[in-house]
């Protein structure tokens, strides 16, 4: 499973934000605490789940369009899940230059807004999510990551990445401050349990978010 930078993203679209790496489907933060559930200043407004404006596809898609036209062309297009949550990959904007991030920034924060998302925003999970991702949990803390934990309903997830952990789910497996891509019990843990991280990463993908799964 791969490392990379998630909340670069966050940090040049909104500015500033918290250091994290990416485990395939799963994001390990770099602070202390449980699964992150804080929530994010929106560029558009009240429109959250429950609200009174219901988001609308054409408008997210001209939205990304935006992003796709200034600098970040394989930027995919939002999609609009059960509860009108809306669910956006922020890998492109993790991948991209500075520049490019902060021209499309400049140039589509009022179409964004419009739209009524925010680019970096990470909403809870659908049911399915939460219970691939407490099956991969026991998987794990039965392969030598005992401290691993179940995700919650309540936590929030990286549409494309999968559920935020923290340092402290390899207490005890791997030493503090080690690459824990890098460690034995990891690697022997994730081989152990691919099939669980499969779907859990296939449930985060927006193709399957757009589905309710």
């Not at 920034?105 to 925010?118: E, G, Y």
């Not at 019990?185 to 994730?190: D, E, L, S, V």
Request: with cysteine; aromatic share 4%.
């Amino acid at each position: 499973m791969s490392m990379s930078p998630f909340h670069r993203a966050a940090r040049r679209w909104r500015r500033p934000g918290a250091a994290a790496i990416v485990l395939g489907a799963l994001t390990l933060a770099g602070c202390a605490g449980s699964h992150s559930s804080a929530s994010v200043p929106s560029l558009g407004g009240s429109g959250a789940p429950g609200g009174s404006t219901r988001h609308n596809a054409a408008a997210l898609h001209t939205a990304a369009q935006c992003i796709r036209d200034h600098g970040i062309p394989n930027y995919a297009d939002p999609v609009i899940g059960p509860g009108d949550v809306v669910y956006t990959d922020q890998r492109d904007l993790e991948k991209a230059s500075d520049a490019a991030v902060g021209a499309a920034r400049a140039a589509c924060r009022a179409i964004v807004a419009q739209a009524n998302f925010d680019p970096t925003q990470r909403p809870h999970p659908p049911a399915q999510m939460v219970r691939d991702g407490v099956r991969e949990a026991q998987c794990l803390r039965a392969h030598g990551l005992p401290n691993w934990p179940d995700p919650k309903p309540t936590d929030t997830f990286d549409p494309g990445h999968g559920f935020q952990v923290t340092e402290a789910a390899f207490a005890g497996a791997v030493p503090p401050g080690a690459n824990p891509k890098q460690s034995a019990a990891f690697q022997t843990a994730i081989q152990a349990c691919r099939s669980e991280a499969d779907a859990v990463e296939h449930d985060s993908q927006l193709s399957s978010l757009a589905q309710g799964r």
